[in-house]
């Protein structure tokens, strides 16, 4: 049975997983994660979700308040290699739109590499539109940005 929990971004299990993206994403991108990392950077006021299987974190995922208009920035989501394909992702991401309405929010945006096929497809999958590049992203060339009205 999966178990989440909302947290935040100082919870041990979010950390654990946290570390293995950021792997993750220099193994994909390499030097390219100069320009990313500092954007990676969460910041006290985000909204954490971790999911649980057996007590073992399966998938992470975040948000925060992009703007005074309604607007989030999904942040850190990840499966590990071993549970994917187990429909986690999907969960997480749901959760973290629900949650984001919770708060009165009224759109979610994101961002992801051109190289994250997968990631690609979980959001054109779940109704995410690709939009122009938004800032801090307006100009890198490997970046996609998406975005969902959350109604």
Not at 25 to 41: C, K, R, S
Not at 92 to 119: M, P, Q, R
Request: glycine residues 6%.
């Amino acid at each position: 049975m999966i178990q989440m929990f909302k947290t935040n971004i100082h919870h041990p299990k979010f950390k654990f997983l946290v570390e293995q993206l950021d792997q993750e994403l220099v193994d994909m991108y390499g030097e390219q994660m100069e320009f990313f990392g500092p954007h990676n950077i969460l910041k006290e006021d985000t909204f954490a979700l971790v999911a649980l299987q057996d007590d073992e974190p399966v998938a992470i995922g975040a948000f925060r308040e992009m703007n005074k208009d309604g607007d989030v920035e999904i942040k850190r989501m990840f499966v590990p290699v071993q549970h994917r394909g187990k429909g986690f992702s999907k969960m997480i991401l749901k959760e973290l739109e629900n949650w984001a309405k919770e708060k009165n929010y009224t759109c979610s945006k994101l961002e992801t590499g051109d190289k994250n096929v997968t990631a690609i497809s979980l959001y054109l999958n779940a109704g995410y539109e690709k939009i122009d590049l938004f800032e801090p992203y307006i100009g890198i060339e490997n970046s996609l940005c998406f975005a969902k009205k959350l109604t």
